[in-house]
């Protein structure tokens, strides 16, 4: 994915392989959270791009904007930082699928 291609609040999805012949797909879908949302990232060589996990997302929305008194941390919120270079390794809907029915076919015998 491209920086400005990415939408806060939106899902995006990682695919990767268990195996070398790529055909033993995992997918985990993660939801945009935003541009340099941590402190930490101004120690950051380029943009960390920020994202959460799905379960915690959907309990309690984006984390950024959360006012509750649950810990986030111990209810089991999870974030990933992508670099610029490894936004390249996410996709959206259309393209996870796509990546899943070209492990099908090399699965299959047919690639």
Known sequence: MLPHELKIGSAYYQVIFADRELSVPSVEALIYVGVNVFDSDIYASGPMHTFQDTMSYFRFGL?????GSEDLQEEGLVTYSFTL???QDLTDL????DALFDALERASGKA
């Open 63 to 67: 984390f950024t904007e959360y006012e």
């Open 85 to 87: 270079d490894q936004l």
């Open 94 to 97: 259309a393209g996870a699928a």
